[in-house]
């Protein structure tokens, strides 16, 4: 009676934690790798395309921008990383638009006023990644 009582749970908490997984992914645009610490990239994940689709987007304005760099990024494997480079960048005073490619491991940035390299390299590097070169 007891086993069965506590299997019953068991199965109850793993179904719980299951929907929420499914929740996270479809609702929240979460991935599933992008729980676990060893994540291989979302190279096989539908929200790939999305975040293909978005990037091409966001690349096309920053592409407007008077001024606009690119900066090699090391360290990005999932959605998460992107949205976290992108939101770093976009917190700095006078960058304007952010994008962030897996596939490129690069970021774009539209900058409405210039901004010295280091402050770009720095916001990447505080956001836990790497910042490599920059282009203009």
């Given at each position: ?8 749970i ?17 609702f929240?645009?979460e991935?599933?790798c ?10 096989g ?9 978005s ?6 304005k ?13 360290g ?13 960048l976009?917190?700095i ?5 952010a ?19 280091d402050?770009?390299r ?15």
């Amino acid at each position: 009676m007891v086993a069965t009582i506590v299997l019953g749970i068991l199965i109850a908490a793993v179904f719980v934690y299951g929907l929420k997984k499914v929740y996270n992914a479809f609702f929240k645009g979460e991935a599933a790798c992008c729980d676990s610490g060893n994540c291989g990239g979302c190279k096989g994940c539908n929200m790939q395309k999305a975040l293909d689709d978005s990037y091409r987007a966001r690349v096309e304005k920053i592409e407007k921008f008077p001024i606009h760099r690119t900066i090699d990024v090391d360290g990005m494997t999932c959605e998460k990383c992107i949205y976290r480079v992108v939101r770093a960048l976009e917190k700095i005073d006078g960058v304007t638009i952010a994008a962030a490619s897996l596939e490129k491991q690069s970021a774009q940035v539209g900058l409405k006023e210039n901004i010295s390299d280091d402050i770009l390299r720095d916001a990447i590097n505080k956001a836990g990644y790497t910042a490599g070169a920059v282009t203009a």
